[in-house]
């Protein structure tokens, strides 16, 4: 229990601002276990916000507990990659052996157990949180040990340093992963650019001839990276460059900053890319994010932590603290003048919207994350309304190797669409799942002879809400022109039931709906239920044409691209994988959702009655 | 005289778990039924022996299920019938039963036969005889397809009305405002 | 007003800052909603508004009205989208019209009878939504919100009071309300808020007036729901 000094320490920690209401709040659940009504009224005061707002932000994250959830709290990792490991197996080994029913805090308040979506930790899983901390490789013999644990109450710091172990598992290096970089090289590379070749390099005359001296800095940047022709690492692949500009040209109202957000929310199921750079790179990240905040005329800057890299923090705020004693970060940055720029961590708690940059923006605010309505968009209008631009982990790093070697080497790497590289999450059926840079361009056979792929079926690129690709692909090229990637890279061997695939993604969307826009929060739920009618038997015809309504309205209508992509993988492996799909069409004629027979359950259980008129007979159940 | 005999669709109508309500609104259309006569005959009314509808061309069911009886009616009356039209709030959404849904059957079950004071014996009928409670009562649509609705607590005879004729003429049936309503 | 666009064919004026919505309405033509009120700054999250912009889907009541947008919204392929929308809020919460305080004055329903809607059409989600009648004068039955955070805004920005807000995520999304206790009778709502007043269904219903009105006799029983364009508030202002 903290008392009420600790809530103070907290407090004043963030400034009592309450726009780090989510960041106090996890602060008080790291110490508590879990927020108590006495907690929340004692914020409602200190940070005069209401409660209704509070609890209405707090219960938007499944990380953020307003009712105990046991000492221990286990989530296991629920991707298909998940799956595909036996991780279902292995959660009811535990529920058993610790006698709790999924869901459902054991009765003595020790421990909960139930799953989580995508941890980031395909590479080595199947996975599991234990009070926000990752356990990698589980099997049979970890979760015995792990049972034993729980009920010893023995604190997570006596649990043994082995199950925490994370690989960086990189198997493929190119010019980013293979970089050698230097804490600062790239600033100093920059500003060595802009004092001797700057004005040559400059191709547009207007900031060649009219610029006060002093801005030349940051438009040297801005060309390099336009130069670069770099796209965003998102996924969606838009020119960094118009973005940063954007940004920089956006009018500043009084008291107003540029900020700068990087995106290490990771949520994409299959991804796992930025954990790596943040684990081994991060100098080039947080370098990159100051170039940019140098390019676009920022001061502060955010990195947006997905709170299953929680892990990470305290590695992270070292490499913050370094930099500043470095004079990488704070005020007049490597001796330049006017370069002030510094970075504070938001961790997340669980909400895949949340990468979606304006709920992103929502959420670092101290709201629900729920996606705006756009336009405005944040270059103009980001963080408390202020010009910000976010860009993915990868774009920055990626952005500090530009202003270390040049735009116009960085543009002949790739395709001519897609400069350089892209740093692929390879997991699922091959021998050797891990972290692999190629150019773009890289054919989706070659990503797959080099992980030791055999027997494959399909590749899902980019994960859940990216592309099924199928064996007479494969020679289909990794690229904005052709398959554009977040990152993740999944693979499914001939032996894998691409109908289960699409249903365990299907699943993830709807658990993860932000529930804003009547679109996706009925309809990725109705989606879901359709795929598990197919999957129970009851599947016919007629639920087809229920599924591609489902798939035109959620394109259409959805608010924001969680609902556009949310039936991807339904289209795609209908598409592609139709036998999988026949072969649930049990049924020529319409058929019930629910099983009829176990609908008389309840009765039957409470008259006792088992003769044959308190059962529909089978034949019944596969008539109309 | 033969030729036009023989054109006349036929009509059956049956009731589930409904109030019977909706069957006393399709006699509303009153003197308008004479004209129907004309284009329609009417099959028995089903619910007393299911087998003996027959084939027909267009069924009204009223009520939504409660029971396995229910559902067994319902599936064979389907068959029976071209076009099957949900007749009522009960049929297309379970009506006032289907209030019941969020509560677990047992507990309704124990609530009315056991705790509750003054009825019988303390104990729940399990007469063979007996249909069954379903779980959740469900809307027919849930069940079986339907191909036509005409909502309304009960539907007016005009909607009623305004259905049946559009199906005679072979227009999709819609209903206009003030014909629609769920109340 | 110089500027228009194209509204169905029909040209649309609108002043500088209208949205499509907006501009809509004050012309008198009628594009379903039911998050959009005019008084309070647009949701955008029911979707029932949603017309095709230069042959894209976008939410009416947040999108700018521009020069010369070319704008589909009576379509039949649009309508029956919505419709389809209607019957998700259907099923998702509980409707039972027939015992529902609101009919005939509820704008779900009355969208939904101006979309043809004749069944909700999917399974039903039947979820256990308790009511909170423990204030003397009003009553909650969360059976029937859309969540469409009307008296979100109207408690937040006329009352001040923040009386309501959203939680939860996803599918389990509701309402809730600014007290300890998590009942109604525990907050500062009083009758004459403005939230009271903006509750498009049966949520916020007060008590005691047990069918004063009867069924057949209300808002759009006589006139349909598209009659009834309300004028943008602010319009004044920005013409
Ligand atoms: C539902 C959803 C989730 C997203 N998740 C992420 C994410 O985890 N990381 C990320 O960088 N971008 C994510 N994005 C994309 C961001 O909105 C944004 O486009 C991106 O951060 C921009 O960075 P970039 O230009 O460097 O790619 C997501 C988008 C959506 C719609
Ligand atoms: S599409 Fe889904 S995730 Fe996006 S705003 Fe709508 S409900 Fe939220
Ligand atoms: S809120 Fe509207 S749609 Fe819902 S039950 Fe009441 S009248 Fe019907
Ligand atoms: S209670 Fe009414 S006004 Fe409030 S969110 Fe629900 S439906 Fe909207
Ligand atoms: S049976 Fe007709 S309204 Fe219920
Ligand atoms: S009225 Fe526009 S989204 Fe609801």
């Not at chain 2, 999709?172 to 109340?183: E, R």
Request: a negative charge; hydrophobic letters at 40%.
């Amino acid at each position: 229990m903290v008392n009420s000094g600790g809530l103070q320490s907290i407090l004043r920690k963030y400034e009592g601002n309450p726009h780090n209401l989510l960041q106090i709040l996890r602060e008080v659940q790291e110490e508590e276990g879990w927020i108590s009504p006495d907690r929340v009224a004692a914020l409602e005061t200190a940070l005069a916000v209401p409660r209704s707002k509070i609890i209405g932000a707090a219960s938007f994250y499944a990380f953020l507990h307003l009712q105990p959830v046991g000492r221990y709290r286990i989530l296991f990792s629920d991707n298909i990659t998940d799956r595909m490991l036996g991780n279902q197996a292995l959660m009811e080994q535990l529920c058993q052996l610790l006698w709790v029913e999924p869901g459902k805090v054991s009765e003595d308040g020790l421990v909960s157990i139930t799953t989580t979506s995508c941890t980031g930790m395909c590479d080595q899983g199947p996975a599991l949180l234990v009070n926000g901390r990752a356990i990698t490789r589980v099997d049979e013999a970890r979760i015995v040990e792990i049972a034993e644990l729980v009920r010893n109450q023995a604190p997570l710091s006596e649990w043994p340093e082995e199950y925490f172990r994370v690989e960086d598992n990189i198997r493929r290096r190119d010019i980013l992963l293979d970089s050698h970089f230097e804490p600062g090289s790239s600033l100093r590379a920059l500003h060595a650019r802009v004092e001797t070749e700057g004005m040559q390099a400059s191709n547009t005359r207007s900031w060649r001839e009219g610029l006060p001296r002093g801005l030349v800095g940051p438009a040297t940047m801005l060309d390099e990276i336009k130069r670069a022709n770099l796209r965003g690492r998102g996924g969606a692949g838009f020119t960094t460059g118009l973005k940063w500009e954007a940004c920089r040209n956006a009018p500043l109202a009084e008291g107003q900053d540029r900020i700068v957000v990087c995106n290490a929310d990771e949520g994409e199921p299959g991804t796992f890319k930025d954990r790596v750079l943040l684990t081994s790179y991060a100098d080039m990240v947080f370098e990159g994010m100051t170039l940019a905040a140098y390019a676009v005329g920022a001061r502060r800057g955010f990195l947006y932590l997905r709170g299953e890299y929680r892990y990470l923090l305290e590695h992270l705020e070292g490499v913050l603290a370094r930099r500043r004693r470095d004079n990488l970060l704070g005020h007049s940055i490597i001796g330049i003048p006017g370069a002030d720029f510094d970075i504070k961590i938001h961790v997340g708690f669980g909400a895949y919207v949340c990468g979606e940059e304006s709920a992103l923006i929502e959420s670092l605010e101290g709201k629900r994350g729920t996606p705006r309505n756009r336009p405005p968009f944040p270059v103009t209008h980001g963080y408390l309304d202020q010009p910000t631009i976010v860009n993915n982990v990868e774009t920055f790093a990626a952005a500090a190797l530009i202003a270390l070697n040049g735009g116009e080497w960085y543009k002949n790497i790739g395709t001519a669409q897609s400069a350089g590289s892209k740093i692929l999450s390879v997991s699922g059926d091959c021998e050797r799942p891990g972290i692999y840079e190629f150019p773009f361009g890289v054919r989706v056979v070659e990503v797959l002879e080099a992980c030791g792929a055999r027997n494959t079926q399909a590749v899902q690129v980019s994960g859940p809400s990216g592309f099924t690709i199928a064996a007479h692909e494969f020679e289909r090229r990794i690229c904005f022109e052709d398959i554009p990637t977040a990152g993740a890279f999944m693979v499914f061997d001939q032996t894998r039931d691409m109908f289960e695939v699409a249903r365990n993604f299907v699943h993830f969307f709807a658990h993860e709906s932000c529930g804003f826009c009547t679109p996706c929060r009925v309809g990725t739920s109705l989606l879901k239920n359709l795929m598990d009618k197919l999957h129970n038997g009851h599947g016919s015809p007629y639920d087809f044409e229920e599924i591609e309504k489902l798939n035109h309205i959620l394109q259409a209508m959805s608010h924001c691209g969680l609902g556009h992509s949310a039936c991807n993988p339904v289209l795609d492996t209908i598409g592609k994988f139709r036998p999988a799909y026949d072969a649930r069409m049990a049924h020529q004629d319409f058929t019930p959702a629910f099983d009829l027979d176990r609908a008389l359950s309840q009765a039957r259980q409470m008259t006792r009655r088992d003769d044959e008129q308190a059962h529909f007979a089978a034949e019944h159940g596969a008539a109309q | 005289m033969e030729v036009t005999e023989k054109k006349k669709l036929k009509v059956a109508t049956t009731s589930l778990a409904g109030c019977f309500g909706c069957h006393m609104s399709f006699l509303d259309i009153d003197e308008r039924l004479f004209d129907l006569l004309e284009r329609v005959e009417f099959d028995r009314s089903p619910i007393t022996d299911i087998k003996e509808v027959g084939v027909c061309d267009i069924g009204l069911i009223e009520g939504g299920l409660c029971n396995a009886e229910n559902v067994h009616v319902l599936r064979e009356f389907r068959k029976q019938c071209k076009v099957l039209i949900a007749l009522g709030a009960c049929a297309v959404n379970g009506g006032l039963p289907a209030q019941r849904n969020h509560l677990p059957l047992t507990d309704i079950l124990s609530e009315v036969y056991l705790s509750s004071p003054g009825l019988g014996n303390g104990l729940i009928p399990s007469d063979p005889e007996l249909p069954l409670p379903l779980n959740q009562v469900h809307p027919i649509h849930e069940v079986v397809k339907v191909d036509v609705f005409i909502p309304g607590c009960p539907p007016s005879g005009d909607a009623i009305w305004k259905v049946l004729t559009d199906l005679l003429s072979g227009k999709a049936p819609s209903l206009g405002h003030g014909l629609i309503h769920y109340d | 007003m110089s500027e228009t666009f194209v509204l169905d064919g029909q040209e649309i004026p609108f002043a500088p800052g209208q949205t499509i919505i907006q501009a809509a309405s004050a012309a008198g033509v009628y594009i379903p909603r039911l998050c959009y009120h005019p008084e309070f700054k647009p949701h955008g999250s029911c979707k029932l508004c949603t017309v095709k912009v230069n042959g894209r889907h976008t939410a009416s009541c947040t999108f700018k009205a521009a020069p010369g947008l070319q704008v589909e919204s009576n379509t039949e392929d649009l309508n029956a989208e919505r419709r389809t929308l209607v019957q998700m809020l259907f099923v998702e919460g509980n409707h039972f019209c027939p015992s529902c305080e609101k009919s005939g004055d509820c704008q779900l329903q009355a969208t939904a009878y101006e979309l043809g809607m004749m069944s909700p059409h999917f399974d039903h989600f039947f979820p256990d939504r308790p009511v909170d009648a423990s204030h003397p004068e009003l009553l909650l039955d969360f059976n029937r919100c859309i969540l469409c955070s009307l008296c979100v805004r109207a408690s937040r920005d006329v009352d001040k009071k923040n009386v309501f807000a959203l939680a939860g995520r996803g599918i389990d999304s509701h309402l809730i309300v600014n007290a300890a206790s998590g009942r109604l009778a525990d907050t500062n709502v009083a009758l004459e808020d403005k939230a009271v007043q903006v509750c498009p269904v049966g949520v916020i219903l007060k008590k005691r007036q047990g069918f004063k009105v009867p069924i057949g006799q209300r808002t759009y029983d006589e006139v349909p729901i598209s009659g009834h364009v309300p004028a943008p508030a602010a319009l004044t202002e920005e013409i």
